[in-house]
């Protein structure tokens, strides 16, 4: 017999429920996109290699895919790279092209290509599919969607209070409460120098990124492994208590004011993080909002706001999550142009969404009626309503064999169809049409002229 298909781990399938569900996502936030200013564009879903590298740090790197050559990618390869196991060295000769690992990059390689055709600032948004050769678990997949929204050319901290405020109206829409947590790469760059390491910045972020997912002893432990002497790591770690303080975010602000006082650019990072979120207040937000400083976000090119954003009523990693960047355009040849965005993982919002039960039943209801095939005459008059309706903007369709009254029910039924109407020899002579409502049972008999303003 032969062996079943199967996806490989960490990609899916999508059924035409699943999809329904889906497509409600990411009509909500495109919708939201488009009221702040926000266009579209798409990029393709491989990249070189040379683009993609040295862009997320050093875990960043190895979650590459990296494309294969096409052709005999074997020609001109040093053979006793493979002889030798030497895989770091034969990679680049064996592949020039990899998947994209997150949306930012390609679009930082996007302004740079096209910049001559560009408006600044220039606000974009693109929902597409990334991969990272992850570890699959609950909430991560291998293949999964991004929902990305960026400014470029413009430093004004506007854009991360509109960014703010769009966060929450896309939750806000869905339904899902959540807390969005603030900080800023200028603080732990500052934090960084207060310690005595001001050079390991990049090791000091990537680990407590971890502290959610290992803990701070093991953070501690990664430190001391990246070379962190025991009191730079003891400092570090009254910082982080801020996190756990039970100070409100004014008083937070203030102890990390003071604790950064002799780092300028620390205190300008705290300077940054009052004005946003002074301007948030301001215009008032649904969500939670909080200030924590164990906030990193390893990816390397961030240089002031770092956002994330958690759901308050299920176990679920980060949902949505960006921040600024500075120098992003700069490793492509485009110096000064600044940037901000913010990405949603439409798959773990799916996930919450179902944990909770947020979809409506509309958004998951391809057809509003269903209508009988009794024979060749009622299904032409049939048709003839069906296109009427769909002008109308009703979703609208005819069962295709003529069958018994119940297997065409039963198929409206597992539709989930809000009506099935019903056009038989009476109805024909009467010019009317017979409407059952699915969920009541209930069945009334309507002129055919007037059939959409009944269902409507």
């Known amino acids: 017999m032969a062996q079943k298909p199967s996806t490989p781990k960490g990609t899916r399938d999508f059924s035409t429920t699943e999809m329904a569900r889906r497509n409600y996502i990411f009509d909500t936030i495109r919708e939201v996109f488009a009221l702040f200013g926000y ?62 690992y997150d949306l930012t990059v390609p679009f930082a390689r996007y302004v740079v290509q096209h910049r001559d055709e560009l408006q600044m600032p220039f606000k974009r948004y693109q929902i597409q599919p990334v991969w990272r050769a992850d570890r699959p678990q609950r909430g991560r997949y291998r293949e999964f969607y991004q929902c990305d929204a960026d400014v470029v050319g413009s430093d004004s901290l506007l854009n991360e209070v509109e960014l703010l405020q769009m966060i929450d109206m896309v939750f806000s829409r869905l339904g899902i409460r959540v807390a969005i947590k603030l900080n800023n790469r200028k603080v732990l760059a500052g934090i960084a120098e207060i310690i005595g390491e001001p050079e390991r910045l990049v090791d000091i972020t990537t680990a407590i990124d971890k502290i959610d997912k290992i803990g701070m002893e093991k953070v501690r432990e990664e430190l001391a492994d990246r070379g962190l002497g ?80 958690k759901a308050l009523d299920t176990a679920m990693g980060s949902i949505s999550g960006g921040g600024r960047y500075d120098n992003l355009t700069g490793i492509f040849g485009l110096q000064g142009l600044s940037g901000v965005g913010v990405s949603f993982g439409a798959d773990r919002i799916y996930d919450v969404m179902m944990a909770l039960d947020l979809f409506p039943a509309a958004a998951l ?92």
């Open 39 to 100: 266009r579209q564009i798409e990029t393709p879903a491989m990249e070189n290699l040379s683009t993609l590298m040295g862009k997320y740090g050093e875990e960043g790197d190895k979650l590459l895919y990296r494309v294969l050559n096409s052709g005999d990618f074997l020609k001109g390869v040093d053979r006793s790279l493979i002889d030798e196991g030497n895989y770091q060295a034969l990679a680049p000769a064996l592949c020039d092209k990899g998947l994209r």
């Open 230 to 309: 025991a009191e730079a790591i003891e400092r570090l770690g009254g910082f982080l208590a801020l996190a756990d303080s039970d100070a409100d975010i004014d008083g937070r602000l203030s102890s990390l004011a003071t604790m950064l006082a002799g780092s300028v650019t620390g205190m300008h990072g705290v300077e940054e993080l009052r004005t946003v979120i002074d301007a948030t207040r301001e215009l008032g937000l649904r969500a939670a909002l909080d200030l924590d400083i164990s906030l990193a976000r390893g990816l390397n090119y961030y240089t002031g706001t770092i956002i994330e954003v």
């Open 365 to 456: 209801r391809p057809t509003r009626v269903l209508f009988a095939n009794f024979g060749a005459r009622e299904a032409a008059a049939s048709m003839k309503l069906v296109k009427e309706l769909r002008k109308m903007g009703i979703s609208a369709e005819i069962y295709p064999d003529t069958a018994k009254m119940k297997k065409q029910i039963g198929y409206a039924d597992a539709l989930e169809c809000e009506y099935f109407a019903i056009i038989g020899e009476s109805e024909l002579a009467e010019g009317t049409v017979t409407v059952k409502n699915m969920s009541t049972g209930e069945q009334t008999k309507v002129n055919a002229d007037s059939l959409a303003d009944a269902l409507s």
